[in-house]
């Protein structure tokens, strides 16, 4: 076991490192401060080669006898092979979009392509009210749940409050845990989660979008309960303070982790939320406080359902940007067709794609996933059998590829 921590903590300081060079990479760090403390900006030649005798180390480990250290091994190695891709990727040795996805997410989702895509249009196309072209017709339909900056910490306070209190029924989280929601502007992404350590997050979200009434259960389930907040926490306390094994302390956002974080955070909305309990909860809860008809909500979503059957399309217009298949205006063009959004709103997806590049893939590919491999677990369908295996993934997290080594 010695091995494996010294490796461990190598890895921890390699990820610092990394870090100097890329101010995303480290997403939340809560090991020794004085790692921290001490890391120094180290020439990308030097961190490669520190990578690979990292890996070598690791691989001449071999089979372990116990499984918990095996799966602890099996995780850390893909996360090594994935600061080693990640720093030649800084030496500006960038991989095609689907190469990236293996080698940083571990992951290899589905490819879909205009002809998939258009046959939900078409459905959507029959649903959606009003005149003009699909995308217009949409975005003006979309106006009247938007919700109003004054009632944004009203709503957002009531969806989180009813998210913890049915993921507390189901995970027994440490008693001091608790995070502070932030309103910000001009990011990239709509809603952050920034774990500090000690069962603590500080959760923003940017106003320079609409939110639209969905989103305030989406993000409230994504970025806290039983989503990034609740996977940190659990770490935190299964990995890094009960097993003192370092390298779960620090998060690399550009590593096969965030597979599992963005895919678990998104499957969790509906752990949480069934389909037809979140449509009572907004119709009869949330819609009243946003002051928007509840008598809407259920045509809304229907259509918010239909829509979620374009998550890859996503994927497909990433990929195409991110090999400079595509120009920025054809890019933008796709995502309002296919996505259904506002000028401004691809706009600012394409930055997300530029800051972010194939990370795109762990939200709808990890979702799937994380879905699929609880649905493999699970015998019963009951709620209680689903959070059981939902928590023990949580709290002794797997990979892409390790997860569908077990489906
Ligand atoms: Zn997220």
């Given at each position: 076991?010695?091995?494996?921590?010294?490796?461990?903590?190598?890895?921890?300081?390699?990820?610092?490192?990394?870090?100097?060079?890329?101010?995303?990479?480290?997403?939340?760090?809560?090991?020794?401060?004085?790692?921290?403390?001490?890391?120094?900006?180290?020439?990308?030649?030097?961190?490669?080669?520190?990578?690979?005798?990292?890996?070598?180390?690791?691989?001449?480990?071999?089979?372990?006898?116990?499984?918990?250290?095996?799966?602890?091994?099996?995780?850390?190695?893909?996360?090594?092979?994935?600061?080693?891709?990640?720093?030649?990727?800084?030496?500006?040795?960038?991989?095609?979009?689907?190469?990236?996805?293996?080698?940083?997410?571990?992951a290899k989702p589905p490819?879909?392509?205009?002809?998939?895509?258009?046959?939900?249009?078409?459905?959507?196309?029959?649903?959606?009210?009003?005149?003009?072209?699909?995308?217009?017709?949409?975005?003006?339909?979309?106006?009247?749940?938007?919700?109003?900056?004054?009632?944004?910490?009203?709503?957002?306070?009531?969806?989180?409050?009813?998210?913890?209190?049915?993921?507390?029924?189901y995970i027994?989280?440490?008693?001091?845990?608790?995070?502070?929601?932030?309103?910000?502007?001009?990011?990239?992404?709509?809603?952050?989660?920034?774990?500090?350590?000690?069962?603590?997050?500080?959760?923003?979200?940017?106003?320079?979008?609409?939110?639209?009434?969905?989103?305030?259960?989406?993000?409230?389930a994504?970025?806290?309960?039983p989503g990034?907040?609740?996977f940190?926490?659990?770490?935190?306390?299964?990995?890094?303070?009960?097993?003192?094994?370092?390298?779960?302390?620090?998060?690399?956002?550009?590593?096969?982790?965030?597979l599992l974080a963005e895919g678990s955070a998104n499957y969790g909305i509906e752990v949480a939320f069934p389909w037809e309990e979140r449509?009572?909860?907004?119709?009869?809860?949330?819609?009243?406080?946003?002051?928007?008809?509840?008598?809407?909500?259920?045509?809304?979503?229907?259509?918010?359902k239909?829509?979620s059957k374009?998550a890859y399309?996503?994927?497909?217009?990433?990929?195409?940007?991110?090999?400079?298949?595509?120009?920025?205006?054809?890019?933008?063009?796709?995502?309002?067709?296919?996505?259904?959004?506002?000028?401004?709103?691809?706009?600012?997806?394409?930055?997300?794609?530029?800051?972010?590049?194939?990370?795109?893939?762990t939200y709808n590919f990890g979702q799937d996933l994380v879905h699929e491999y609880l649905t493999s677990k699970i015998s019963s369908g009951s709620a209680q059998e689903l959070w059981h295996e939902f928590t023990a993934l949580l709290a002794r997290p797997k990979t892409a590829s390790m997860m569908q080594a077990e489906l």
């Open positions: 076991m010695d091995s494996i921590n010294s490796i461990a903590i190598e890895y921890v300081k390699l990820s610092l490192a990394i870090g100097q060079h890329c101010p995303n990479y480290v997403d939340a760090y809560y090991g020794p401060k004085q790692w921290q403390d001490e890391v120094s900006k180290h020439p990308l030649p030097q961190l490669s080669s520190q990578a690979i005798a990292l890996i070598s180390d690791a691989e001449s480990i071999g089979k372990l006898p116990d499984d918990n250290n095996q799966i602890r091994l099996d995780y850390l190695k893909k996360h090594l092979y994935a600061c080693k891709v990640y720093i030649d990727i800084l030496m500006g040795n960038t991989l095609d979009f689907y190469s990236e996805c293996e080698a940083l997410y571990d490819k879909y392509d205009e002809p998939h895509f258009d046959k939900i249009l078409t459905e959507l196309d029959a649903l959606v009210p009003g005149s003009g072209d699909l995308a217009t017709r949409f975005v003006n339909y979309r106006q009247s749940f938007v919700i109003h900056k004054d009632k944004l910490n009203a709503v957002f306070d009531a969806a989180i409050t009813e998210a913890r209190n049915r993921t507390l029924q027994s989280l440490p008693e001091n845990e608790n995070f502070n929601v932030e309103l910000v502007q001009d990011q990239v992404w709509t809603a952050y989660n920034w774990f500090k350590g000690n069962s603590y997050s500080l959760i923003q979200l940017n106003t320079d979008i609409n939110i639209y009434i969905e989103r305030a259960i989406d993000l409230a994504h970025e806290g309960y990034h907040h609740v940190n926490a659990l770490m935190e306390k299964h990995l890094v303070i009960e097993r003192d094994w370092v390298e779960y302390s620090i998060y690399n956002l550009f590593g096969p982790t965030s449509i009572a909860f907004e119709r009869d809860v949330l819609f009243p406080i946003a002051g928007i008809d509840p008598n809407e909500s259920e045509l809304y979503y229907k259509v918010l239909l829509m374009l399309a996503d994927n497909m217009v990433a990929q195409r940007y991110c090999d400079k298949k595509i120009a920025d205006n054809q890019a933008i063009e796709l995502l309002m067709k296919y996505t259904l959004c506002t000028k401004e709103r691809a706009t600012q997806r394409l930055s997300f794609y530029q800051q972010n590049r194939s990370y795109v893939i």
